[in-house]
């Protein structure tokens, strides 16, 4: 690298992405879409109180940014939460993961402890510009759907952030994939919910009442060597999610949809059976079939997202 562009990487502003989710807490120091060495973890039931958790995080950024030796150059944090955040993005409303943070001035809390400004956004707003972030070409209308403790759903038009309607704390209408008499109720209010199927959570309950390991991996070494209440599972949580992303479809019209998250990454077969069965239901539908794709370097599209937005606020 020459002198000129050893000085321009040196004074490009650095951010804090921080990812919270229902099963890890990820932070880190993101630069030009990459994680910097070093990126800090914790599982998310390790705190009780607020006040643990942003110790923590003080904490993690002060040893990140003393590893790197970066920290006049850091200029912004963005978090992904869980949940649902109040209109002016400066609380959270509720969360079942992190209950301790409902209510919580997070933005000036955590902006007074580090002397940055803090931007709030879901996990799926910063999940999904972290997977649309590294995409060349760029969609012009983009879905990413993530399968993890719970299931998030994020969409990107013309190179922004597109709101997506919610009723109160209710889940997206659009991810109701059950309407029968016997749907599942959802700790959301609604019953039928695609969490309620194909959540990390959610496969754990039906993983534990069959006597499985209780890791969602146990599916997919369940379907790989042939285990038919395995298979026949992958092909009933695989046709939930072709019928939820039939749905978002027809409400959004994406060009390209990305599918990640644990459970996609832990069970791999099933993203390949809606892979493979997708076409299908579009066809018999008379439906345009997007694009559908796995989501790359999937464990750090949050913290990517998160850092990448609030450089943007």
Same mark, same amino acid.
């Given at each position: ?11 490009? =502003?650095?951010?804090?992405?921080i990812? &919270?989710g ?7 120091i993101v630069?030009?879409?990459? &994680? ?10 390790a ?7 942003f ?6 950024i002060?040893? *990140? ?8 150059? @850091? ?5 992904? !939460?869980?949940? @649902? ?7 959270? !409303? ?10 919580? $001035? ?10 940055? =400004? ?10 999904? /510009? ?15 759907? %993530? ?9 990107? %038009? ?16 659009? !991810?109701?994939v ?11 209010? *609604? ?19 069959h006597?499985?390991? !209780?890791? @969602? ?10 285990? $038919? /209440?395995?298979?026949? *599972?992958?092909?009933? &949580? $695989? ?27 832990? /069970?791999?077969?099933?993203?390949? @059976?809606v ?19 796995k ?10 997202? $998160? ?7």
């Open positions: 690298m020459n002198q000129r562009h050893s000085t321009e990487a040196a004074q490009r =502003p650095l951010a804090i992405g990812d &919270v229902g099963t890890h807490i990820r932070v880190s630069e030009n879409l990459c &994680v910097l060495d070093g990126l800090r973890q914790s599982p998310t039931s705190f009780s109180s607020a006040s643990q958790f110790d923590w995080l003080s904490d993690s002060n040893q *990140l940014c003393d590893l790197h030796k970066c920290r006049s150059r @850091v200029t912004s944090i963005g978090m992904g !939460l869980p949940g @649902v955040l109040d209109e002016p993005k400066e609380r959270l !409303l509720r969360s079942i993961n992190v209950p301790y943070l409902e209510g919580v $001035a997070l933005s000036d809390d955590l902006s007074r402890k580090t002397n940055l =400004p803090v931007t709030l956004m879901t996990d799926a707003e910063a999940a999904t /510009w972290g997977a649309y972030a590294n995409l060349s070409p760029k969609p012009d209308r983009f879905v990413h759907l %993530r399968f993890g403790t719970g299931i998030a759903c994020g969409c990107i %038009r013309d190179s922004k952030i597109k709101p997506l309607i919610r009723i109160g704390q209710e889940h997206l209408r659009m !991810l109701v059950d309407e029968t008499a016997s749907a599942k109720p959802c700790a959301c209010g *609604l019953r039928g919910c695609l969490e309620t199927i194909a959540s990390g959570k959610a496969l754990l309950h039906v993983i534990q009442a006597g499985l390991t !209780l890791n @969602v991996a146990a599916l997919q070494e369940g379907y790989v060597r042939g285990d $038919a /209440w395995c298979q026949k *599972l992958c092909a009933e &949580v $695989a046709s939930s999610i072709i019928c939820a992303i039939s749905s978002v479809c027809r409400e959004l019209q994406p060009d390209e949809i990305s599918i990640g998250g644990g459970v996609a990454k832990h /069970w791999p077969a099933m993203i390949d @059976v892979l493979r069965d997708a076409e299908k239901t579009f066809t018999d539908n008379k439906l345009p079939m997007p694009r559908i794709m989501t790359p370097a999937d464990d750090e599209s949050g913290v990517i997202g $998160a850092a990448y937005l609030s450089l943007q606020a």
